[in-house]
């Protein structure tokens, strides 16, 4: 079945530092999402890219949707402590490319720390 | 907030014990998920429901019964749990593709279940 590796698994960053991570699948996928989990709570969406090559940004975050709609990633600028917590990507395909209903395939997480 | 609640928030019951969770969102959806999100595992799909009908039943174990009386509502009716069934039991709503909307979803706060 489909599969996203997630990486990195988890970081330690200086406050102010930027941040990347990223998603790879050996599937194509027509629609790439970003969340946030906080302890306790659920995934709250960061970013949504729908279109091959799509660059979006939502305030410190920066994702792409990658040209081979096999990857993406996120990129946190000048980090802050709330920026702690749990980062997944989501894919999501489609019956066009064999995907089971469009649902979402989710990475395992990058666990984001960050020493004030 | 997300649109999406789930009540309640924790839960601890006995193996032998029959107990439902609630979602509900606000948010105009068409389509309900109830996902399993347990410790260093990949959030797993357990069920689809778009507009109120059954989509998909990700080979869940009959002990997990949902219920979708309509589509603002959903519920994951519980009975004669294992203890590996303790996890972050989260609900997710979304537009479906097949009306003609975006498939993102939006998740719930989650309930978090232990079985003793």
Redesign the interface.
């Known amino acids: 079945g489909q599969q996203?590796n997630q990486s990195p698994q988890s970081m330690f960053i200086q406050e102010g530092e930027d941040v990347s991570m990223n998603c790879t699948s050996s599937s194509i996928f027509n629609?790439w999402?970003w969340?946030k989990q906080d302890p306790?709570?659920?995934?709250?969406?960061l970013i949504?890219l729908?279109k091959a090559g799509e660059l979006t940004s939502n305030g410190r975050l920066t994702a792409q949707f990658g040209i081979t709609r096999k990857d993406s990633f996120l990129n946190i600028s000048a980090s802050i402590p709330s920026d702690v917590g749990i980062y997944?990507c989501?894919g999501?395909g489609?019956m066009n490319y064999g995907g089971?209903?469009?649902?979402?395939i989710?990475?395992?997480?990058t666990k984001l720390s960050v020493k004030p | 907030e997300?649109g999406?609640t789930?009540t309640p928030r924790h839960l601890v019951m006995g193996m032998t014990n029959k107990k439902s969770l609630k979602c509900e969102q606000h948010l105009g959806h068409n389509a309900m998920y109830w996902y399993k999100q347990s410790a260093?595992?990949?959030?797993e799909?357990m069920f689809?429901y778009n507009f109120k009908e059954q989509?998909?039943n990700n080979s869940v174990p009959s002990r997990f019964s949902p219920e979708c009386p309509n589509s603002s509502h959903l519920f994951l009716h519980l009975h004669t749990l294992q203890p590996e069934d303790s996890a972050l039991y989260?609900c997710?709503s979304s537009q479906n593709?097949l009306a003609g909307g975006?498939?993102?979803?939006?998740?719930?706060?989650?309930t978090?279940l232990l079985v003793l």
């Open positions: 996203l629609t999402l969340y306790g709570e659920g995934p709250v969406l949504a729908y997944f989501a999501q489609s089971s209903q469009g649902n979402l989710f990475g395992k997480g | 997300t999406v789930q260093k595992k990949p959030l799909l689809v989509t998909e989260l997710a593709p975006r498939e993102t979803q939006y998740f719930g706060p989650g978090r």
